[in-house]
């Protein structure tokens, strides 16, 4: 999959530190852009491709994140969807309240700016926006730049909010103990047969926006067969972010995982 778009070659990528200072202050610290490491030349990659597993330097560093997350005891969990589903209002509303008991941290990465970062910030959390350039996802090693970037003191969940893609996020482990889909009302129901790969690879999917989905004539039944058709194994909860139908069950998912050693 990637291979056949290309974005499985390293890009340079930003990152910011948002602060929170006061209400509508906030002090952002951005820091050195890190080196890409060189793209294999064409013809290597056309020999090399046949031995080495495709993704295996990223499948090797989201082994350390996954690593280091659990002996800092952080449930670490990556949210993945297209565009616009509802990553950002989420967490958003999961950040001050489930937020306020349960100390959590952000990593978001966008292509450019750090708008969602600033949406984020709180005062109780920690937030860097990850800024990929040209990349349509986030890697293992722009993830543990953002993390190191962070105060994690008392963090025990780091939410990852990836770039809006349902295509290329599959193939890019994190290090995340927890995938999580979202699928969202405006989107149509008929997405998880589109796009199996990322749901596949699901331990949660969320079906967001479930406030409108009258008014859009969509059904939410027919959704989850089809979320359940392709992804069998996951936990499938109907959320709003805006009534906040749902969300006990969300926070309630959280706080179960915390418990898990
Ligand atoms: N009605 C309704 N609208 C929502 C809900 N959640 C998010 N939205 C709206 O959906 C739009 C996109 O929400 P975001 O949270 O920015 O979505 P996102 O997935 O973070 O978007 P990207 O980071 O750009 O991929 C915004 O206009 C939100 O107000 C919800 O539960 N109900
Ligand atoms: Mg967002």
Request: charged share 20%; hydrophobic share 45%.
């Amino acid at each position: 999959m990637c291979l056949e778009c290309g974005c499985d070659q390293p890009v340079p990528f930003g990152i910011k530190v948002l602060r929170f200072v006061a209400p509508g202050v906030l002090r952002a610290h951005t820091m050195p852009a890190p080196a890409a490491t060189p793209a294999e030349p064409p013809v290597a990659r056309k020999t090399f491709d046949l031995q080495v597993p495709l993704l295996a330097k990223n499948d090797q560093l989201a082994a350390r994140n996954r690593a280091n997350f659990r002996a800092r005891r952080l449930l670490a969990l990556n949210l993945v969807s297209s565009p616009g589903a509802g990553k950002t209002t989420l967490l958003a509303r999961t950040l001050d309240e489930f937020g306020l008991q349960t100390k959590c941290a952000v990593v978001v990465g966008d292509l450019e700016t750090d708008n969602d970062a600033r949406r984020l910030a709180r005062p109780h959390a920690p937030v860097a926006q990850i800024t990929t350039g040209t990349a349509c996802h986030l890697d293992a090693e722009m993830v543990a730049r953002g993390v190191d970037t962070l105060d994690l003191a008392g963090v025990r969940v780091l939410f990852i909010e990836n770039v809006g893609n349902l295509v290329c996020p599959a193939s890019f482990d994190l290090g995340e103990e927890l995938r999580v889909v979202l699928l969202s009302t405006t989107e149509g129901e008929d997405k998880p047969l589109k796009y199996p790969p990322i749901f596949k690879s699901a331990h949660v999917v969320l079906l967001t926006k479930v406030d409108v989905a009258d008014a859009l004539g969509f059904n939410r039944e027919l959704a989850v067969e089809n979320i359940r058709c392709m992804a069998p194994q996951a936990r499938i909860i109907q959320v709003s972010a805006r009534s906040g139908e749902g969300l006990a069950e969300w926070y309630a998912l959280l706080r179960s995982r915390l418990s898990v050693p």
